[in-house]
């Protein structure tokens, strides 16, 4: 009797194991999956090129001289609806938020689709490119064609003869995230150079200069101490201190991406500390002795026998920082807003592709289909990163060894 | 030779100074940051606010609606119900991720053959390694459509889904690996001859790890949870997609909006200045001292429950 | 006299490491049985072997037959809680668990089931008096067991397999992290514990062995050199190695 309760406890105890095992796994399977399903549609090489912005146009013919145009072979290619008429080639085709449009897939050299007259203040002749999108084209006494409808009813009604065209309204793709890829790697770099050196410098301090007294103790645990803050308060330190800082003696008059390269370093140094100085830990006393030995002073020693050794240390504290600048979204938001940019300027705010998600989310609606492309970029980083510090780690060790 | 030897000295002398002085920046940041934000985080309540009077400490600890007036014409703020529901979330955090994750970390440490210890090891590490704001997303395009329904079935309205037990499942998946990785190093710490010990007097391998390994490992779990706890209260990004950013509460309800201190800080970003946006800095001396107050309490009854018997 | 435990033929390998071979021995009832022998002969791990407890490593291989009470310990159909419920162990170092006295005394009883608390007191008082440490802890049982003393510890650590009411003792070298005192308890205490049970006991030291054991094997290199009464084999070596060793000439 007793044996067999005992036996029932241990089955459910077990399957809780199991249970809370296959929990976990599932969480990064989910995430996996969620991403993947939502993102692949929109996973392509213009969006990674394109900008995020779209321009819309509006024209007119400037002479309908119409003339017969040899079109290019479309045989291999599918959804795509030639209007002989005009010599252009309409696409069916998706935008980056998922929903169909009419791309223009090719224009003849000499069809009027090229220097039209702009309607627009300012400028005065405009080109249809290859992958432009078409709004609606309005016509004389006929009804206008909507994108709507699709590219092979758009096709069809443009080639009507009846139709005189009155007023086309075209744009470009936009969507794309070309200025938060740039911005992201800005980011990157201006963060490394201002925090790998600090922090490497910092930790050849603790371990190689420090004497071991209660200040250097307080220093050290007030550097741990900053692992523990959340990225918001560094988000508020970013606009009390550094946009101030850098609105002061740089060209910038506002929140800019120096600002946030320095808030970023912040962010990342209790790492490379740590990391640092685990490598330098690990480099044996005999070396340092030897090195003396020979006549060489401390500086010597550190950075020519100490430093070289740990040198796979700092490369792994570089991945883990860079790893966390990819993925850092509330101080950037904080220090640099969460406005998409194009063109790229370090002395202005932008976006990185985080913060970039950050902004299609609270978009109404939520554009979750270009998120989760972007989250694929990202998490393909931070797998690539994660893989690398461990071999990286696995090199340490055995050197160490 | 006298000379070069005094100078190769000196070198290390001026090379040390140079690095303390950057070491004293680096460890400075935490004094930079903490005074700052005070003394940005208290003016809202010590100057008139360009006119509009200053902010009542009482009622921002304790009312329970944001701002009662209208925005930038009100100094009328109240963040009380925003500490209540960031408590309340980050217990329910625990509540729901310190199972599963000590449970993973058993199963990693005791359980698995070493192949699928070391795949879990790393799925929990890649877990680990997601940014936040990737949970966000999931959250919001995965968890807010089911509970959405599930709350709608149930006869409740909520948020479009957006609520109390969406952000408790985000921040839950994203406290398990914190607590699976520091579970698992101090399971695997413990004393092996104690196993040994329980399995010789007739326990089994189930009983043993349940009664002796997760006893011997409960400091080294603890301070999992407590990390995980910190990790839940300063979460942003991710939180602030999913809670519904209600304006009052305190929200018990699972399926009700709530606000968290994070979430609430993240939003009336447009502003630059004025009332509305210094207040967030009132919001960030709250942040870290409910985080500071919450990790010395866990840190004081880990001591405590840690001295019974350790 | 009557064999409690007895093993033929036993072979152990890690591996490709031999740890035993061909080890022929047995285990008579009520008495002391000390294993001797230098540092890696294979005393203790032929100890784990009786309540399998070199099940937990990995490699392991064993080959030969243990018999307790006539019936083999080694195979699928054989329940190994039952075995080690029969046969307790006391580890090298004291190792209390990381809870209070009683909790520790009455671990393993509650393991098998045992609920009600009269019962579990009875246990409990019953298996520290055993142990004598009864009138030490009596006012003290909700105290944390790492609180104890070394000495304390280790009789703990005797009481906590006692509640089980086993029949054999396994003892793995009980007293060497203890103090000279300490280690006197303690060997008073196997003295004591003979009447009612049988114990084998791994020791490094000789006077030790001497002192308490009835019965003695000589293990070198994996192998029983020799098996006796214990004043037999102390007076009057019958192997050379067995000599060297005792005379202090090696290990």
Excluded at chain 1, 55 to 65: G, H, K, L, S
Excluded at chain 1, 380 to 391: D, G, M, T, Y
Excluded at chain 2, 248 to 260: H, I, K, M, N, V
Excluded at chain 3, 103 to 119: F, L
Aim: with cysteine; glycine share 8%; proline share 4%.
């Amino acid at each position: 009797m007793v044996k067999r309760k005992v036996r029932l406890s241990e089955i459910l105890l077990n399957s809780s194991v199991f249970l809370s095992t296959t929990l976990s796994a599932l969480a990064l399977g989910l995430i996996f999956f969620y991403v993947i399903r939502e993102g692949t549609t929109l996973l392509n090489w213009e969006l990674f090129t394109g900008n995020y912005h779209s321009r819309n146009y509006i024209a007119e013919f400037q002479d309908e001289q119409l003339q017969n145009y040899d079109m290019p072979d479309l045989s291999k290619v599918e959804n795509v609806y030639p209007v002989d008429r005009f010599g252009i080639v309409l696409q069916e085709d998706i935008d980056l938020a998922g929903n169909g449009v009419v791309r223009v897939y090719y224009v003849h050299p000499d069809s009027p689709f090229n220097k039209m007259i702009s309607k627009e203040v300012g400028t005065e002749e405009v080109d249809l490119d290859v992958g432009m999108i078409f709004q609606r084209i309005s016509y004389v006494n006929h009804p206008t064609s909507l994108s709507r409808g699709g590219a092979q009813k758009f096709a069809t009604e443009l080639s009507d003869p009846q139709r005189e065209v009155y007023e086309l309204f075209f744009s470009d793709l936009g969507g794309g995230i070309k200025g938060s890829i740039i911005t992201t790697i800005y980011l990157i770099f201006m963060t490394l150079i201002i925090a790998v050196p600090f922090g490497v410098l910092t930790a050849i301090y603790f371990n190689e200069f420090a004497p071991s007294n209660w200040i250097t103790k307080t220093m050290r645990s007030f550097i741990e101490t900053l692992t523990g803050v959340p990225s918001i308060i560094y988000g508020l330190l970013g606009i009390t201190v550094f946009v101030p800082l850098t609105v002061r003696f740089t060209p910038a008059v506002n929140s800019n991406l120096i600002a946030g390269a320095l808030t970023l370093s912040v962010i990342i140094l209790p790492t490379i500390i740590r990391t640092t100085e685990e490598s330098l830990r690990v480099v044996p006393d005999d070396h340092r002795a030897a090195s003396l030995a020979l006549g060489a002073n401390k500086t010597q020693t550190t950075f020519k026998v100490v430093l070289p050794q740990a040198s796979p240390g700092i490369i792994t504290a570089t991945f883990l920082g860079i790893g966390r600048v990819i993925g850092e979204s509330a101080a950037l938001i904080f220090v640099l807003g969460a406005a998409i940019k194009d063109t790229v300027n370090i002395y202005e705010p932008s976006t990185s592709l985080a913060v970039h998600i950050w902004s299609m989310m609270t978009d109404e609606p939520a554009n979750i289909a270009l998120s989760s492309t972007i989250a694929i970029l990202i998490l393909a980083i931070v797998l690539v990163i994660n893989l690398s510090v461990k071999i990286g780690v696995k090199l340490l060790t055995r050197k160490g060894m | 030779m006298k000379g070069t030897r005094t100078s190769l000295s000196q070198i290390d002398t001026i090379v040390g100074s140079l690095l303390m002085i950057l070491a004293l920046v680096a460890s400075s940041f935490i004094v930079i940051i903490a005074a700052f934000i005070t003394i940005r985080g208290i003016l809202p309540f010590i100057t008139d606010n360009n006119g509009l009077g200053s902010v009542n400490v009482l009622q921002f600890l304790t009312d329970t609606v944001w701002l009662r007036g209208t925005t930038f014409l009100s100094t009328a703020y109240g963040a009380g119900f925003v500490i209540i529901n960031t408590l309340y979330i980050a217990f329910l955090t625990v509540l729901m991720s310190f199972p599963i994750g000590v449970l993973t970390a058993l199963f990693i440490a005791k359980v698995a053959p070493r192949p699928i210890a070391a795949t879990m090891r790393t799925i929990i590490e890649l877990l680990a390694s997601i940014p936040s704001i990737v949970f966000g997303l999931v959250g919001v395009g995965l968890f807010l459509p089911v509970i959405y329904g599930i709350a709608r079935s149930m006869g409740y309205s909520s948020g479009g889904g957006s609520s109390v037990i969406a952000t408790v499942f985000v921040l839950s998946l994203m406290s398990i690996p914190t607590i699976t990785a520091v579970a698992e190093v101090s399971i695997r710490q413990v004393d092996e001859s104690l196993e040994q010990a329980s399995l010789a007097l007739g326990a089994s391998p189930t009983q043993t790890r349940f009664k002796i390994t997760l006893l011997a490992a409960k400091s080294g779990i603890f301070s999992g949870a407590i990390l995980a706890v910190g990790r839940s209260l300063g979460e942003a990004t991710a939180v602030a997609l999913v809670s519904g950013n209600a304006r009052s509460g305190p929200s018990f309800g699972l399926f009700e909006t709530t606000a968290t201190i994070t979430s609430t800080l993240l939003q009336g970003l447009k502003e630059t200045n004025g009332i509305d946006y210094d207040i967030r800095f009132s919001l960030g001396i709250l942040l870290m001292v409910v985080i500071l107050t919450t990790n010395l309490g866990l840190n004081f009854i880990k001591r405590k429950v840690g001295n019974v018997h350790g | 006299m009557e064999k409690v435990i007895e093993t033929q033929e036993l072979s152990l390998n890690y591996g490709d490491f031999n740890a035993l071979s061909n080890v022929n021995l047995p285990i008579y009832r009520n008495k002391v049985t000390a294993l001797i022998g230098p540092s890696g002969c294979g005393k203790s791990t032929f100890l784990r072997c009786l309540n399998r407890m070199n099940d937990l490593i990995d490699n392991v291989k064993v080959d030969g037959i243990i018999r307790f009470n006539g019936e083999p310990v080694q195979g699928v159909g054989v329940d190994v809680i039952e075995l080690r419920k029969k046969v307790g162990m006391v580890f090298q170092k004291p190792n209390p668990f990381p809870m209070s006295i009683f909790d520790n005394v009455a671990y393993g009883p509650r393991q098998q089931g045992i609920k009600d608390k009269a019962t579990l007191k009875g246990i409990v008082e019953k298996a520290l008096k055993q142990a004598a440490l009864y009138n030490e802890v009596k006012d003290r049982m909700t105290e944390s067991a790492t609180r104890l003393s070394g000495g304390q510890q280790q009789r703990l650590c005797i009481a906590r397999a006692l509640a089980m009411e086993p029949e054999v003792l396994l003892m793995d070298e009980p007293t060497s992290a203890l103090d000279p005192m300490a280690t006197q308890r303690i060997e008073e205490l196997i003295e004591e514990l003979k009447k009612d049970y049988t114990i084998v006991i791994v020791t490094h030291s000789m006077q030790q062995a001497a002192r308490i054991s009835d019965n003695t094997a000589f293990f070198l290199l994996g192998e029983i050199i020799e098996f006796g009464q214990t004043s037999e084999i102390f007076a009057n070596p019958r192997d050379k190695r067995t000599e060297d060793y005792i005379t202090g000439r090696f290990g």
